[in-house]
């Protein structure tokens, strides 16, 4: 079984910043695939940023530029700097992890932008 567990999430004015953390355990897989997704009420849960083991990264076209994604994979964490936050950013964020079993996901936690 993998666990996967998001933290980092709150309340933050218009403009400002913010780091997620995600860190998986159990049995990982040296092959995998995480990333990070959110949704907000009433919407599909939408991609934000991902990559694979060997590096490779991908953003959503509306957080390219303000988020970036990072990971320590001796810890199996993934994390994501947020900035130059929007209203419009507010939502519940998740992490994945994917290997050959299949795919596992955090408890999701709660962003949310002020104007």
């Known amino acids: 079984q993998v666990q996967v567990v998001e933290s980092g999430g709150g309340l933050v004015q218009a403009g400002g910043s913010l780091r997620l953390s995600c860190a998986a355990s159990g049995s990982i897989f040296s092959i995998n695939h995480m990333g990070w997704y959110r949704q907000a009420p009433g919407k599909q849960r939408e991609l934000v940023a991902t990559?694979?083991?060997?590096?490779?990264?991908n953003y959503a076209d509306s957080v390219k530029g303000r988020f970036t994604a990072s990971r320590d994979i001796a810890k199996n964490t993934v994390y994501l700097q947020m900035n130059s936050l929007k209203p419009e950013d507010t939502a519940v964020y998740y992490c994945?992890?994917?290997?050959?079993?299949?795919?596992?996901w955090g408890q999701g936690t709660q962003v949310t932008v002020s104007s």
């Open positions: 994945s992890y994917i290997d050959y079993r299949g795919e596992y």
């Open positions: 990559f694979t083991s060997i590096g490779s990264t």
